[in-house]
C-alpha cells in the first residue's frame, strides 16, 4: 500500500495518509500545502461546535 509521510501543523507531528483517501491524492497533487491529522482535526471540531453553542446561548 502507497502512502505519504505529512506533517501536521497543528501538533507539528508526522502522520501518514494512506492511498485513496482524499488527504493522499491532494498530497500527491500538492493541491493542498498544510495538512492536519485526524485527532487535530477532532479536537478542532468539538472546539468549533462548543464555540457556536456558546454564541447561541448569549441570545
Known amino acids: 500500500m502507497f502512502y505519504y509521510d505529512v506533517l501536521c501543523y497543528n ?31 477532532d479536537k478542532i471540531r468539538i472546539e468549533a461546535i462548543l464555540n457556536l453553542m456558546r454564541g447561541i446561548n448569549r441570545f
Not at 12 to 21: A, D, H, L
Request: aromatic share 12%; glycine share 4%; charged share 40%.
Open 11 to 41: 501538533c507539528k507531528k508526522t502522520f501518514r495518509v494512506y492511498e485513496g483517501s482524499l488527504k493522499y491524492k491532494q498530497a500527491k497533487e500538492r493541491k493542498v500545502k498544510v495538512f492536519c491529522c485526524e485527532d487535530c482535526a
